[in-house]
């Protein structure tokens, strides 16, 4: 069986205790193993609660973010730098309260579109703050997974090889990749080979459309991405983001340029985007056995 997920905002952008358990139980009752939160805040949040009700309900928990302008930690201002420190920090805390073990997002730099090209000094702020992040992390048992995102959304991770020559900056074992089929499907030369090479690195997969809809109904080639999957032996977390302006908040909406609704019935959308996932994956395992297995001709047997 596929580990399959879907991000919370497919049910609702909001945090109180009733939308909070509207999402896990939808989650629950369509098959997913998997919730993904954006970040939530301790404060107007029973996090106690949210951990209890994810367990009882035998669901895996990750939490997500990008990282704000004031909290940018390639930033020239030591101050902000300092700040997307805390934030950071909070955030991998979070994660281990609520009993998960992934904080993925834009978590190298702020997210947005930038007007200035990124510096050497911003890169390698940006490593040095991150990997002590990750070596505080580690005690909590909790991976950075670094998303790798449009060029109009960050200047600084774009496609998986820069993302993976940044983990190699960082020198540390729990940094990984993020990879979004969103975002590959505008910058990578070829989704599929970007996979393959990012194999060990991969630490997390968000499956979403060309145009954030109904999987199977934009321009990406996800035959070819199941089969990746498959030829590197993913068997951790395929979690499906969509957006809808019905759904998602303001500044998040405004962030990814959500302009048009191309659903509303987000209980169909879920439905049909875990039946995509997990026959793709099935039939990219069965392309594969039948590549590996000497099926001799009837005449011989």
């Known amino acids: 069986m596929s580990k399959i997920g879907v991000h919370s905002?497919?049910?609702?952008a909001g945090s109180s205790r009733d939308e909070l358990e509207k999402a896990l139980t939808r989650t629950h009752e369509l098959g997913f193993k998997l919730i993904e939160f954006s970040y939530l805040d301790p404060k107007q949040v029973d996090v106690k609660w949210l951990a209890s009700r994810v367990q009882e309900l035998g669901l895996d928990v990750a939490i997500s973010m990008g990282l704000p302008p004031e909290g940018d930690i390639s930033s020239d201002d030591a101050a902000v730098v300092s700040n997307g420190n805390e934030i950071l920090d909070r955030a991998v805390a979070l994660v281990r309260d609520l009993g998960g073990t992934k904080?993925?997002?834009?978590l190298s730099s702020s997210h947005g579109k930038q007007e200035r090209p990124l510096t050497r000094k911003a890169w390698d702020t940006s490593v040095a703050t991150l990997a002590r992040v990750a070596d505080r992390a580690k005690a909590s048992g909790v991976t950075l997974n670094l998303e790798?995102?449009?060029r109009f959304e960050s200047n600084m991770l774009n496609t998986a090889a820069q993302g993976i020559a940044y983990i190699g900056d960082t020198g540390a074992s729990n940094v990984f990749l993020h990879l979004d089929t969103f975002h590959m499907n505008i910058e990578e030369a070829d989704v599929g080979l970007a996979i393959r090479h990012a194999a060990d690195r991969i630490g997390y997969v968000h499956i979403g459309e060309s145009h954030r809809g109904y999987l199977g109904t934009?321009?990406?080639?996800?035959?070819?991405?199941?089969?990746a999957l498959t030829a590197i032996g993913?068997?951790?977390y395929v979690t499906f983001?969509?957006?809808s302006t019905t759904i998602v908040d303001r500044d998040l909406s405004l962030k990814t340029a959500i302009w048009r609704n191309l659903w509303t019935d987000n209980v169909a959308l879920a439905r049909h985007a875990r039946t995509f996932i997990e026959l793709g994956l099935e039939t990219a395992r069965l392309k594969a056995d039948l590549v590996r297995q000497a099926h001799l001709p009837q005449a011989l047997i």
């Open 218 to 227: 934009g321009n990406i080639d996800f035959a070819a991405i199941f089969d």
């Open 234 to 236: 993913w068997d951790d």
């Open 148 to 150: 790798i995102v449009n």
């Open 103 to 106: 904080l993925a997002g834009i």
């Open 9 to 12: 905002f497919v049910w609702s």
């Open 241 to 243: 983001e969509s957006f």
